[in-house]
């Protein structure tokens, strides 16, 4: 038969089909480290059109990069910030937001094709065709995501809307969530997620959500210093907003302050989830989250001391999203000797 051929019944290849996911969830993985450098070099905003199809071809010679870099200087960062700066110099902050675009595409083209390949192959184990096309509706979703988070910063501010960046990012870990997830489910059988588990992943995507609001409000410059701000545990003198929680949006030094500290609650919990996952069996995905956790504690005390150094705080975003696939993975052991709870994914 034809590898081009379709076979006339099902064929299921569970384990094929986890392999590709996994690929693809490690490019997710990529491009959320890209966009930490991209948000780091404050090169969001080099990109001022969303070109889905045209976009893939970067300026080829003098005259389009002129016109790229024109539309650069019509935006409010640049007449504020980046007056006088070259070409060259517009070049490199071009870089990122150009790969992190591109990667973005990448990921949706081979998601499609993979869909495509085992859809036509018959290859789609049973029950999980409708995933599919939740993680490409994800996806382009995410793709709108983007260019609105974009759009914020084009026309009256000078930066993108931390408030949209934050939904940017987590729309990215939910997509990589639903792909660990699957491919989990594909290779060791399929599992509810437990109500520890969703409890652990909630207070996890809370700190998650202040990361992204630090990293937008630029709120880890506050104070390079740790465990106190300030020679304080909270500083003297901040001005809190009214009500109290625009301060946990829009205040900088609280939101750095609540950063700080969930982190431990997190980690205590996850800590937990992880005691428990090795006694009913899941060692190595508890050993992994506790190692994870340590490295994350680590790396974010690490970036506020270096006054956000670059490298150390792109390892900090990096080491998030391991920090998350290994919470999915002991939360998934712990799920495949909890057949009784409540599914969530």
């Given at each position: 038969?034809?590898?081009?051929?379709?076979?006339?019944?099902?064929?299921?290849n569970?384990?094929?089909?986890?392999?590709?996911?996994?690929?693809?969830?490690?490019?997710?993985?990529?491009?959320?480290?890209?966009?930490?450098?991209?948000?780091?070099?404050?090169?969001?905003l080099?990109?001022?059109?969303?070109?889905?199809?045209?976009?893939?071809?970067?300026?080829?010679?003098e005259?389009?990069?002129?016109?790229e870099?024109?539309?650069?200087?019509?935006?409010?960062?640049?007449?504020?910030?980046?007056?006088?700066?070259?070409?060259?110099?517009?070049?490199?902050?071009?870089?990122?937001?150009y790969?992190?675009?591109?990667?973005?595409?990448?990921?949706?083209?081979?998601?499609?094709?993979?869909?495509?390949?085992?859809?036509w192959?018959?290859?789609?184990?049973?029950?999980?065709?409708?995933?599919m096309?939740?993680?490409?509706?994800?996806?382009?979703?995410?793709?709108?995501?983007?260019?609105?988070?974009?759009?914020?910063?084009?026309?009256?501010?000078?930066?993108?809307?931390h408030i949209?960046?934050?939904?940017?990012?987590?729309?990215?870990?939910?997509?990589?969530?639903?792909?660990?997830?699957t491919?989990?489910?594909?290779?060791?059988?399929?599992?509810?997620?437990?109500?520890?588990?969703?409890?652990?992943?909630?207070?996890?995507?809370?700190?998650?959500?202040?990361?992204?609001?630090?990293?937008?409000?630029?709120?880890?410059?506050a104070?390079s210093?740790?465990?106190?701000?300030?020679?304080?545990l909270?500083?003297?003198?901040?001005?809190?907003?009214?009500?109290?929680?625009?301060?946990?949006?829009?205040?900088?030094?609280?939101?750095?302050?609540?950063?700080?500290?969930?982190?431990?609650?997190?980690?205590?919990?996850?800590?937990?989830?992880?005691?428990?996952?090795?006694?009913?069996?899941?060692?190595g995905?508890?050993a992994?989250?506790?190692l994870?956790?340590?490295?994350?504690?680590?790396?974010?005390?690490?970036?506020?001391?270096?006054?956000?150094?670059?490298?150390?705080?792109?390892?900090?975003?990096?080491?998030?999203?391991?920090?998350?696939?290994?919470?999915?993975?002991?939360?998934?052991?712990?799920?495949?000797?909890?057949?009784?709870?409540v599914?969530?994914?």
């Amino acid at each position: 038969m034809s590898i081009l051929s379709r076979p006339s019944r099902p064929a299921p290849n569970a384990r094929g089909l986890a392999n590709w996911l996994v690929l693809v969830a490690a490019m997710v993985f990529l491009i959320v480290v890209v966009g930490g450098i991209t948000r780091l070099t404050e090169s969001g905003l080099s990109i001022t059109e969303w070109k889905p199809i045209r976009g893939v071809i970067p300026p080829l010679n003098e005259a389009e990069w002129q016109a790229e870099f024109a539309g650069y200087k019509a935006i409010p960062q640049y007449r504020e910030f980046n007056q006088g700066m070259t070409l060259a110099g517009f070049k490199q902050i071009y870089f990122w937001e150009y790969v992190h675009r591109l990667l973005a595409r990448g990921i949706g083209m081979v998601m499609a094709l993979v869909a495509l390949a085992f859809w036509w192959r018959r290859a789609i184990p049973a029950g999980y065709g409708w995933r599919m096309i939740a993680i490409l509706a994800l996806g382009g979703l995410q793709g709108a995501i983007g260019w609105w988070m974009v759009a914020s910063g084009l026309v009256h501010r000078t930066e993108v809307s931390h408030i949209r960046l934050a939904t940017h990012l987590l729309a990215a870990l939910l997509i990589f969530s639903v792909l660990v997830w699957t491919a989990l489910d594909l290779r060791k059988g399929p599992a509810r997620l437990p109500l520890a588990g969703a409890a652990v992943l909630a207070l996890l995507t809370l700190q998650l959500l202040f990361g992204a609001f630090t990293a937008g409000l630029r709120a880890g410059y506050a104070f390079s210093e740790w465990p106190t701000m300030g020679g304080r545990l909270f500083p003297e003198g901040v001005p809190l907003l009214e009500p109290f929680w625009r301060s946990l949006v829009y205040q900088p030094i609280v939101v750095q302050f609540v950063h700080r500290w969930l982190a431990f609650v997190v980690a205590a919990a996850a800590a937990l989830l992880a005691w428990r996952a090795a006694r009913i069996g899941a060692r190595g995905a508890a050993a992994a989250l506790l190692l994870a956790l340590a490295c994350q504690i680590g790396l974010g005390i690490a970036t506020l001391l270096s006054g956000v150094d670059l490298p150390i705080a792109v390892a900090h975003q990096a080491m998030a999203v391991l920090l998350l696939a290994s919470l999915l993975a002991a939360a998934h052991g712990l799920a495949r000797h909890r057949p009784t709870t409540v599914q969530v994914l």
